[in-house]
């Protein structure tokens, strides 16, 4: 064994061995790297490591029988033994040297903590696969001959996710969030990874003339695999719309009950709205422009045009009811508030009459209250106004207007978690919905919570639902954003043409300054534009402790305006709103406490 040994070391095969793992090593380090960095298959490592275990026997025969010399490679003599262990003896210490390096090197990655490995494999834990329940409805595909059927084809959609959502078992995303999506050029299973979904529905709509073809697709965005899909083709009429309407959910219910093994096509109940193709076509038109809040005074002709039509269409009386005070507050309209009031009241009761569980009309009702509440003399019943939003958010949950409405309720209230309780659910179930985000973003600055505001603020300038107008520019001062600050500040919607931002933005950095000449300023700057800036002069003006008579009340509850909140104004505002009496009753806010019998005290 020994002369065995020794004619190894002669033939420098243990040298080459050696020599051999640690060129492996590397090899297979770089390998790995290559893979990662360049994105070559997951095979491409495991290949290298093959092919270098099978060149190890190869090594071994190779270095036994021959040797490397100046003169090329010859056969080993047995006559040079004693001078090529003199020769490689310095060889053989780096060789060894580096065979311990890796040694050393494999028992520390064996020997390492668990936390090592945790780190490396906890971005996969935290981006699980969606739940196989999840789904989204896509907008349906414009077809028509003249492309301009988008708002048929999207309200197609919309109403196919709206039978879909009343299936318990399923999860469906929001339209805000499903239809940012239209139009982009992404292939599904990148849409579902950004929904956080397993499944997808999307589909065309063709109209022309009085024929209507309709197709839909169900797809398993996990392997982008087809479930289910049809084709319709059926002449133009209201009942065989919502046929067809009714025919997609059903299909697409009973193919993931299949697969997912739940029966749930007994929940799938459509109701025509109307038997009238026109109003229907007109509703769906009004109803696109509800969604986006954009020509509301469109909106209200196409409403009015189907009452006309169809004086039995809840969906229109409804509709019409929420947009008298959309029209005012987007500025379509100036309609004074009583008479706003008057139509609201009109409206809703006409369609709780077809209608009684007509969430959008039961909130439309509450929230016209609620704005004439927020006015220094307004005075209303709160418990009856918080009851009826409930009851239209039990009717529908995923209203997000009776959300955002009882969320400023609960706010002029001084109930602020409940508010941001309210705001954060309807985020978190229509990202895309600006008044939520807005709100939210304003009640948690005004709750001190100024890093959380920011961060939500720029989630807001990412998904592009920012507007000037709605911005809290006290919040971009105190988070020393001086260049968005005097950007926002300087829009058309705002302060431009005032020259005094800069020392706006200083003042708003440093509010127990005295800034009563600057106030004086931008006072009288406004009152050349009535009306038009009322939130965002309200959040400025209230850091200098002035209280407007168009201010909106939940704004009061801002930790930076408590001076105000000491004011004979603010008590007497508190009591004659009926706010004091609804404390009275129900308790009052942590930051407000009773004093004596009829006397109150916030800080």
């Known amino acids: 064994m020994q002369n065995f040994f020794q004619e190894l070391r002669r033939r420098n095969v243990i040298r080459v061995v050696g020599a051999y793992l640690v060129a492996a090593w590397v090899l297979i380090q770089i390998a790995t790297a290559l893979e990662e960095s360049m994105q070559l298959p997951n095979w491409f490592d495991g290949v290298v490591v093959g092919l270098l275990i099978v060149g190890l026997p190869v090594a071994v025969i190779v ?13 080993t003599s047995v006559e040079a033994g004693d001078t090529k262990l003199a020769a490689g003896r310095k060889l053989d210490h780096v060789i060894i040297a580096g065979v311990i390096v890796v040694a ?73 969030s499903a239809f940012q999506f239209k139009g982009r050029e992404l292939g599904i299973p990148e849409i579902a990874a950004n929904l956080k979904v397993r499944h997808v529905v999307e589909g065309s709509v063709r109209k022309a003339g009085n024929t209507l073809r309709i197709t839909a697709q169900l797809i ?70 509800y969604q986006t ?119 002029i209230l001084g109930d602020v978690e409940n508010a941001l309780r309210d705001y954060g659910t309807c985020i978190e179930m229509s990202p895309l919905t600006a008044p939520c985000a807005e709100n939210y973003v304003t009640v948690l600055a005004g709750a001190g919570r100024d890093q959380e505001a920011f961060e939500h603020f720029q989630k807001m300038l990412d998904d592009g639902i920012v507007k000037a107008s709605e911005t809290d520019l006290p919040l971009l001062a105190r988070m020393g954003q001086e260049t968005a600050f005097k950007a926002i500040a300087n829009s058309e919607d705002l302060f431009f043409g005032w020259n005094q931002i800069d020392d706006l933005y200083e003042a708003l950095r440093h509010p127990d300054d005295d800034h009563s000449l600057l106030r004086r300023s931008l006072r009288q700057f406004l009152d050349t ?39 004979d104004e603010f008590k007497n505002y508190i009591r ?12 009052f806010p942590p930051q407000c406490r009773a004093v004596g019998a009829d006397d109150f005290e916030c800080d």
């Open 529 to 567: 534009k009535p009306g038009k800036y009322p939130y965002a002069a309200a959040l400025v003006l209230g850091n200098f402790d002035e209280m407007s008579e168009y201010y909106v009340a939940y704004m009061l509850w801002n930790t930076s305006f408590r001076n105000i909140r000491q004011s």
């Open 220 to 289: 398993d965005a996990e392997d982008d695999r087809h479930l289910w899909s049809d084709t319709y083709d059926r002449p133009l009429t209201a009942e065989n719309i919502f046929a067809i309407q009714d025919e997609i959910a059903k299909a697409v219910v009973g193919a993931l009950g299949d697969k997912l093994g739940f029966n749930a096509s007994g929940d799938i109940a459509v109701r025509p709205a109307t038997d009238n193709l026109s109003a229907y076509e007109q509703f769906l038109q009004a109803r696109s422009l």
């Open 104 to 176: 050393a090197i494999l028992l520390w990655q064996w020997l390492a903590p668990s936390d090592a490995i945790v780190e490396e494999v906890a971005p996969v834990a935290q981006s699980a696969a969606p739940a196989a329940a999840t789904i989204a409805v896509l907008p349906f595909a414009d077809l028509s001959p003249d492309g301009d059927q988008a708002y048929f084809s999207d309200g197609i959609s919309e109403e196919i996710l709206n039978l879909l959502a009343g299936v318990s078992e399923l999860n469906v995303t929001s339209r805000t």
């Open 293 to 411: 809040r954009t020509q509301l005074d469109v909106m209200e002709e196409l409403l009015t045009s189907i009452v006309e039509e169809d004086p039995n269409f809840a969906q229109a009386w409804e509709l019409r009811a929420a947009n008298q005070f959309l029209m005012v507050n987007y500025g379509y309209r100036d309609t004074p508030l009583p008479e706003q009031i008057r139509l609201t009241n009109e409206y809703a009761n006409k369609a709780l009459a077809l209608e009684p569980n007509s969430s959008i009309a039961l909130a439309a009702l509450a929230n016209v209250h609620i704005q004439s509440g927020t006015q220094i003399d307004g005075t209303q019943d709160f418990t009856e106004l918080l009851a009826n939003l409930s009851r239209a958010i039990e009717i529908d949950p995923r209203n997000d207007s009776a959300l955002n409405w009882r969320g400023s309720l609960y706010l």
């Open 63 to 75: 270095s036994w029988v021959f040797d490397m010399t100046p003169e090329g490679i010859v056969r």
């Open 576 to 587: 004659r709103s009926e706010i004091l009496a609804y404390w009275q009753q129900h308790g």
